[in-house]
């Protein structure tokens, strides 16, 4: 079975582009979460879809970022401006609803740096 | 607000010495608890979870509601065992979303 795959690997970008992350969860699964590890700091929750909605938005930074999962699918994540402080690793994770505990697989993560 | 604290940010042993990582949370709640691992190179996997009371790979974690704590113990290290460890919690139902904490280096010496 192919696991959560995430779309580029690394992306060197400058201050003021425009980037866009792309996840593939696994086959069949509702859940998809995007998640960003900055730097010295603890991994933090972005957001949640299940299926194509978005379930719960409340880790998104800010209004420069936009994440989608048209047809409950893959999911891209827009960073548009990037800002230097964008710079670190974007997990997307995905899960099944699994009656009372979900387990959430992880992507190998995009690394992102903002020059 | 949910909170996952673990104090430590390295451990080194020697293998065959017992572990014990620490975790303490804050959540109004019951929470689900997890501890997540990350070998060099590989991706971030579930080790165990509280409610199925595992032992994966000799790690064992024990849920104490009266001190809000999640420690993950495996009384004789291995090498292999060398990684980053993440403990983690969730609400129930839709509330799904990890809490991690900052996480911990463990290091095991040959």
């Known amino acids: 079975e192919a696991g959560v795959t995430q779309f580029p690997s690394h992306s060197v970008i400058e201050k003021g582009q425009t980037v866009t992350l792309r996840c593939d969860p696994i086959?069949?699964?509702?859940?998809l979460y995007w998640y960003r590890r900055v730097m010295g700091k603890e991994i933090k929750f972005l957001l949640h879809f299940v299926k194509e909605s978005k379930q719960d938005e409340s880790g998104m930074p800010n209004n420069r970022f936009l994440a989608e999962r048209t047809g409950g699918t893959y999911s891209t994540l827009k960073v548009q401006p990037a800002e230097l402080e964008d710079s670190g690793v974007y997990f997307c994770?995905?899960?099944?609803?699994?009656?009372?505990?979900?387990?959430?697989?992880f992507g190998p993560g995009t690394r992102l740096t903002v020059t | 607000a949910q909170r996952v604290t673990q104090p430590e940010k390295l451990l080194s042993v020697f293998k065959g010495a017992p572990v014990e990582l620490k975790c303490n949370y804050s959540?109004?709640?019951?929470?689900?608890l997890f501890w997540y691992v990350q070998y060099s190179r590989q991706r971030l996997q579930l080790l165990l979870r509280h409610i199925s009371r595992e032992s994966i790979k000799g790690f064992t974690a024990d849920l104490n509601k009266g001190e809000t704590s999640f420690h993950l113990k495996k009384p004789f290290a291995q090498e292999e065992d060398s990684a980053m460890y993440y403990c983690?919690?969730?609400?129930?139902?839709?509330?799904?979303?990890?809490?991690f904490g900052k996480g911990i280096t463990l290091s095991v010496r040959p």
């Open positions: 086959s069949g699964h509702d859940n």
């Open positions: 983690a919690l969730s609400g129930r139902g839709a509330n799904s979303k990890l809490t």
């Open positions: 959540y109004s709640g019951s929470p689900e």
């Open positions: 994770a995905s899960s099944q609803v699994a009656g009372y505990s979900y387990e959430q697989y």
